[in-house]
């Protein structure tokens, strides 16, 4: 037997919220924190979903770091900063 119980109206609001994410290149969907590594949730142009850490390949892109709602793409030398979307 299981027992349900409601989801609050805020958590309901916050999760149903839009985001405005960019139309090109990753997004960054959230981050996590273990005690021995951070990884990453980053969504694709086509709308994939991928976990990564640091050190993984994003196109021509690699991770170079993960922090707290932060990640850090190394592109050829150039460094981009994907954040989380606000909204």
């Known amino acids: ?13 916050a999760a149903t ?3 405005d ?3 090109r290149g990753p997004a960054l969907i959230g981050t996590l924190h273990g005690p021995e590594v951070a990884r990453a ?7 994939e979903i991928r976990t990564v850490e640091t050190g993984a390949r994003i196109g021509t892109a690699t991770v170079a770091a ?4 932060v990640v850090i ?3 050829r030398g150039r460094a981009e900063r994907l954040e989380m979307p606000r909204g």
């Open 1 to 13: 037997m299981s027992d349900q119980t409601e989801t609050p109206a805020a958590t309901l609001a």
């Open 66 to 69: 993960i922090g707290e709602g």
């Open 41 to 47: 949730l980053l969504r694709s142009e086509s709308g």
């Open 21 to 23: 994410f960019p139309r």
């Open 17 to 19: 919220a839009s985001a």
């Open 73 to 75: 793409l190394n592109d």
